[in-house]
């Protein structure tokens, strides 16, 4: 049984993590106890906190989820700083790669359970195992074409992987938001549940996984996830060099 609780759990002031006696982690996202805003230090924090997560051994089986009626809506572009300028992109540019590559080194299983629109780093939600969803979520890559530039964090190799590349490429370049309905049906959502549901379903399918012997939740969440990280891997660092270049390039772009 599980009875420690890890420094991590109370060093991130934009999570919240709960853990039980069988090693599920809840990881609730937040501002102030309401739905996320996106933020330079969320962006800085979530890195470090998904690190923490992975090296963590005695969790089993994670949930990820946001906070009130959105998983993830808004955005302070001011907060990120003059991505204009290549130095300050730099830190975005590791932060970026990072994030992802750490997420997906969290080896056991990880259940996302969107409560509402997501509408930025949705790649943070495919990178899981098991998606659920609420009956109010929508999907969207809504902050890169608004800013005028590559999407190139993660949802160019995710999204198309997800979608296939056809429609995964119509998805980013007309900023298409597809409905919970919409989304299921294309295979990114495995299940739509009333919103009051979908704690309860992610805690159930949480507990069910944990009856597995943890070498088993280990190995089979390296397993499923190793074609993902070369994707991963090989995608991001180009993806957001790209995005970079755009960015500082901002200053001289005529609209």
């Known amino acids: ?37 996106f933020t330079g230090k969320t962006h800085q924090d979530f890195v470090d906190a998904f690190y923490d997560i992975s090296r963590d051994r005695d969790n089993r089986v994670v949930i990820l989820t946001g906070t009130g009626d959105a998983w993830m809506d808004q955005i302070d572009f001011q ?13 975005i540019f590791w932060e970026g790669k990072k994030v992802l590559q750490n ?51 993660g949802v160019h190799v995710l999204w198309p992987l997800v979608l296939g590349q056809s429609r995964g490429r119509y998805f980013l370049l007309t900023q298409e938001k597809l409905t919970v309905q919409q989304a299921h049906e294309l295979g990114v959502v495995n299940e739509v549940l009333p919103s009051d549901k979908l704690m309860n379903r ?18 089979t969440r390296v397993a499923l996830t190793q074609h993902i990280k070369r994707l991963v891997n090989e995608g991001i660092g180009y993806g957001l060099a790209l995005e970079g270049i755009t960015a500082t390039d901002l200053r001289n772009a005529q609209h």
Do not use: C
């Open 202 to 219: 992610a805690r159930e399918l949480a507990r069910q996984l944990a009856k597995q012997p943890t070498l088993t939740l280990r190995y």
């Open 103 to 153: 997420l997906l080194d969290i080896e056991v299983p990880v259940i996302s359970a969107v409560n509402g629109p997501a509408l930025l780093h949705t790649e943070y939600i495919l990178t899981s195992d098991i998606i659920l969803a609420s009956e109010n979520a929508v999907f969207q890559d809504m902050p890169h074409f608004n800013a005028g530039i590559v999407p190139g964090d």
């Open 1 to 37: 049984m599980i009875t420690t609780q890890p420094a991590y759990f109370t060093k991130y002031e934009n999570l919240d993590f709960s853990r039980d006696q069988n090693g599920i982690l809840e990881v609730r996202m937040h501002t102030k106890n309401a739905s996320l805003i």
């Open 79 to 91: 907060s990120l700083g003059d991505v204009t300028n290549p130095r300050e992109w730099d830190k």
